[in-house]
């Protein structure tokens, strides 16, 4: 079965220092793969895709993730974080269900918290 | 280009009562999504709709239904609300498969209260 694990609920980190978060799936075929922020009281905003070609995405707002297919992870990263990045994180994965429809599959998310 | 509009924003229902949470998308999207977030438990598919006319569960059917007479609206209906079903609800969009985008854009979402 398709699923998406984050595993940090919660992160906190400086203004200015570096931030990962971490993603992994489990498909069975080439994942498309999504990450999202949701700020306070929010809709959910694409970061950046993964579908094919060049492993390492670049996404707005300075954001990166690297597709490892060994270790199935998608993990996002930012060099430097700003104080404007304290939300929620979502990791998703976009798969095809038997009936051939497609489907997103959502990790529990991961809180950042930033420190002044 | 407004996306996808959820109405309302906030609502307070009494157990026992029924409501619509309207969702309508201006992108010309076959499919369309309701999914309702819970603190720690992500983001979790009560329904699906891939063209009007056709919808399908997602894994958290109970106590919904939706309907699809439009490609633009995908309303989503509570009957006899229960606290349970108190939640932050969003519907998202996405275009057909070689169509360009892959990805959901999703609405800002409808915060249900159940007393």
């Known amino acids: 079965a398709q699923s998406v694990t984050q595993p940090d609920i919660h992160i906190t980190v400086s203004e200015g220092a570096s931030l990962e978060l971490r993603c992994n799936y489990s498909?069975?075929?080439?994942?498309?793969l999504f990450w999202y922020v949701q700020s306070p009281g929010q809709g959910l905003q694409l970061l950046l895709k993964y579908f094919s070609g060049d492993t390492l995405v670049q996404g707005i707002k300075g954001f990166e993730a690297e597709f490892k297919r060994s270790q199935s992870s998608f993990n996002l990263r930012k060099p430097s974080v700003h104080w404007s990045d304290a939300a929620e994180y979502f990791c998703?994965?976009?798969?095809?269900?038997?009936?051939?429809?497609?489907?997103?599959?959502f990790g529990t998310g991961t809180r950042l918290k930033v420190l002044a | 280009n407004a996306g996808v509009t959820q109405t309302p924003k906030f609502r307070i229902l009494k157990i026992g009562q029924s409501m619509t949470l309207q969702c309508a998308q201006d992108?010309?999207?076959?499919?369309m999504y309701w999914y309702r977030q819970d603190p720690g438990m992500g983001l979790k598919l009560i329904y699906y709709s891939v063209g009007a006319g056709i919808t399908d569960k997602g894994e958290v059917p109970n106590g919904y239904n939706v309907s699809r007479s439009t490609t633009e609206d995908f309303p989503l209906r509570l009957e006899l609300a229960a606290p349970s079903q108190t939640s932050v609800y969003f519907c998202a969009s996405r275009a057909l498969h070689g169509q360009g985008h892959t990805e959901a854009f999703f609405g800002q979402g409808t915060r249900l209260t159940v007393v």
């Open positions: 992108m010309n999207h076959n499919y």
């Open positions: 998703a994965v976009g798969a095809w269900g038997s009936s051939g429809t497609y489907k997103y599959i």
């Open positions: 498909y069975g075929a080439t994942p498309y």
